[in-house]
């Protein structure tokens, strides 16, 4: 694994202004190597990873579908997934910190339910290169992994705000349609994550 990957992923995630040097252009830079020996190895493309979607957060304001909004840190410090051979325990870890981050906001967040997607369908599309997916092992998340977006053409700063929006809206298909109710998932061990009612 080269230097700049090792120093990129070894600072706090809301130190990392964004993934740039990470991956550039249809290249995901040693996406294909175990990021820290404390994962269980690289995040291949026959895994599933589980994308936690919160209420009201990642809902649209209509409730009928997820904000493209709620895939907007794959242009950041990347979009924080599990796994599914995460345990119970990493997932409630994970519902306990977003409800403890909203609750200092003055917010409130449940767990809406979980986008269960298959790697090769978030790191291809059309059998090309579409995002990256990194093993980032958290404290007490040993199957913690980050999705990313390699650097966006565009002929101005307008242009690639607009061609990022349209890769959200792409994201947002793909995992939609893998929507998994908290009393479905994991055999409703997260429910009570959920909003009552």
Known sequence: ??????????????????????????????????????????????????????????????????????????????????????????FQQT??????????????????????VQVSDVRYENNTRFLCVYDTPLAGKPYHADIMGPLIAGDSKSQVKRNKYERYKKLIEVIESTLTAPDQFKNGALSPFARLG
């Open 95 to 116: 519902l306990e910190e977003l409800q403890r981050r909203s609750k200092e906001a003055g917010k409130e967040r449940y767990l809406h339910g979980v986008c269960v």
């Open 1 to 90: 694994m080269c230097q700049t990957c090792q120093e990129a992923f070894s600072v706090k995630r809301e130190h990392r202004a964004s993934a740039v040097h990470l991956v550039s252009g249809s290249e995901c830079r040693c996406e294909s190597q175990q990021i820290f020996e404390g994962s269980p190895g690289r995040v291949s493309d026959d895994e599933y990873l589980c994308i936690i979607i919160s209420d009201p957060q990642y809902l649209l304001p209509n409730g009928n579908g997820l904000d493209p909004n709620a895939v907007i840190q794959i242009d950041k410090g990347g979009l924080s997934t599990l796994r599914s051979q995460a345990s119970i325990g990493e």
